[in-house]
Every structure is written in structure tokens, then in C-alpha cells.
């Protein structure tokens, strides 16, 4: 997953993780902005990646993710 996103000139700003109910969660904010890719190509990638690792890869804008958190 690094890999990928290392070449796709995107940078990793902080990465957490933790087990919910379970399953296993990792979360990375990453800065897209230097990146020649789309939103789009980006997250369809990281979920081909996540699939042959057999692991569930969601993207989301970092507006939605504060408003969904923001107490």
C-alpha cells in the first residue's frame, strides 16, 4: 500500500491504527495535492491493492471524515 501511494508522488501525513469490535482498523491521512493522479484513479488502486490482500480500502475527502467525527 505504501508502495503505491509513495509512487503516485502522494505523501502519508499520519497513519493510525487500532482494533474495533474485532476487526483490525487502519486510517491514513495522505496529501494528494502534488499527485498527477485523480481522486478517482487513486482510490481504484489502493482498492485493487486492499482486495489481493484481503483487506476493504475506503477513500474519503478529508471534509467528510471531520464532519463525520467532529463531536
Do not use: C, W
Amino acid at each position: 500500500m505504501a508502495t503505491s501511494v509513495y509512487e503516485k508522488n502522494i505523501n502519508i501525513e499520519d497513519i493510525s491504527q487500532k482494533v474495533i469490535e474485532g476487526y483490525f482498523v487502519m486510517s491514513m491521512l495522505i496529501d494528494v495535492k502534488d499527485s498527477p493522479f485523480s481522486l478517482e484513479e487513486i482510490e481504484k488502486d489502493l482498492r485493487e491493492i486492499g482486495e489481493d490482500m484481503g483487506l476493504q480500502v475506503q477513500l474519503q475527502h478529508e471534509d467528510i471524515f471531520k464532519s463525520m467525527h467532529r463531536v
